[in-house]
């Protein structure tokens, strides 16, 4: 079952169970989905799919922190909740420690060294984003090869 499919059944399945929070965020979903084949006029794989899922997280994470300076727990709450449905649907997520072994094995490749200095960053993370495209947070990435470079 592809993807897509998988956002169909489960929305039906919401539907039925009155599941409004769930209900929501897959509508978001498959409305951004479509907008991007609209736009580019083609059908979405799972790749491309992940990776709207993952600008949709992106999207409530950054919001997270306006609402919480504004004291907005209630939005807190509901974009927690729209993050946590979201999550179902991504790939597993590279843990900090496989990032970082990612990060060793790229710079060994690339003959930069550890503790080199932040002259390398833009280097290094040219070559690891594409390998963890959709399973790790471009942040959490940056941060990691900041540690290693440091």
Do not use: C
């Not at 979201?86 to 490749?109: C, F, H, S």
Request: glycine letters at 8%; proline letters at 1%; charged letters at 30%.
């Amino acid at each position: 079952m592809t993807l897509k499919e998988r956002l169909n059944a489960d929305l039906k399945e919401a539907m039925k169970n009155k599941q409004k929070v769930r209900k929501e965020t897959i509508s978001f979903v498959r409305a951004a989905i479509k907008q991007y084949e609209v736009d580019n006029r083609e059908e979405i794989d799972d790749a491309g799919i992940a990776s709207i899922l993952a600008k949709q997280v992106k999207m409530r994470k950054d919001a997270l922190a306006d609402f919480e300076s504004a004291g907005r727990t209630d939005l807190i709450e509901a974009y927690n909740a729209e993050i946590e449905v979201l999550a179902e649907y991504m790939p597993k997520q590279l843990t900090a420690g496989e990032i970082m072994e990612i990060i060793k094995e790229t710079a060994a490749d690339l003959g930069v060294g550890q503790g080199s200095g932040k002259a390398s960053m833009g280097k290094l993370m040219g070559a690891i984003m594409p390998k963890v495209k959709g399973v790790a947070d471009g942040n959490a990435v940056k941060e990691a090869v900041g540690q290693f470079l440091g």
